[in-house]
């Protein structure tokens, strides 16, 4: 029933707009219809908030922003930090449902005085703390439903100029390979903590993809651009 709703939908339109480039290969693939169909209109970033501040600080701390729950693979991550110096940090901004477990877990490894857990703060604090972190990570679960997903975390990230250590999905993959602005990595506490090292021993790296970050923003994720992309849509099928 959901397929056939999705193909009468798809096939039956005018113009879709997706979100991501991987969503509207898996609809030409799923469904056989050109890729002219498809525009894509990703989430966009306000710049007056999430304002670029690439110049690297001497912090060692690395933050997630967002939702603790089950398409989040976090134990990994924090599992990590069992290799890495102890003056390198972990803080957690948001909660869910898994929050709990999460907090068991970093008190079972010792780890209650270098990962914290901060609760919701305002959008302007988020956007103050990821412009004071060394890097910020993007965990998400290996399940082929999340590989459109191109999260906000990520999105707000590079808005400022913070690198990333991501998960592997296939559309992280392709904003990674488009814009230079992070590390994907597989969901394994070693690999994880080899990308969080090699990122943090290297300020002039972490600078330039911090640089290549809010270019591949600008170009791609300002509301301006967005709105004119969805006017010029309304307006082929007006």
């Not at 193909?7 to 969503?23: C, G, P, Y």
């Not at 390198?88 to 999460?102: A, P, V």
């Not at 990821?130 to 990570?137: E, G, N, T």
Request: cysteine-free.
């Amino acid at each position: 029933y959901i397929w056939t709703l999705e193909w009468l939908a798809i096939t039956k339109s005018d113009a879709v707009t997706v979100i991501t480039e991987t969503m509207a290969q898996s609809y030409v693939e799923k469904f056989e219809v050109p890729r002219e169909k498809f525009t894509l209109v990703p989430f966009g970033v306000n710049k007056e908030l999430f304002t670029p501040t690439p110049e690297q600080t001497e912090s060692t701390r690395v933050l997630y922003v967002g939702n603790m729950g089950d398409a989040h693979a976090l134990r990994p991550f924090i599992k990590a930090f069992q290799q890495l110096p102890s003056t390198y940090t972990l803080e957690f901004i948001g909660d869910g449902k898994r929050r709990d477990e999460l907090e068991t877990l970093t008190s079972e490894l010792d780890f209650s005085d270098r990962i914290s857990f901060v609760g919701f703060v305002d959008r302007t604090e988020v956007a103050s703390r990821l412009q004071r972190s060394a890097l910020s990570i993007v965990p998400l679960q290996d399940d082929i439903q999340l590989d459109y997903a191109r999260p906000n975390k990520l999105l707000e990230s590079m808005a400022v100029g913070t690198p990333y250590v991501a998960s592997d999905v296939r559309e992280i993959q392709r904003v990674t390979n488009e814009s230079g602005s992070g590390l994907v990595v597989s969901n394994d506490p070693d690999e994880i903590a080899t990308a969080i090292r090699e990122l943090m021993s290297d300020p002039e790296r972490r600078e330039k993809m911090g640089n290549s970050a809010i270019t591949h923003i600008d170009t791609h994720h300002r509301w301006p651009l967005l709105g004119e992309r969805v006017t010029t849509v309304l307006d082929t099928v007006s």
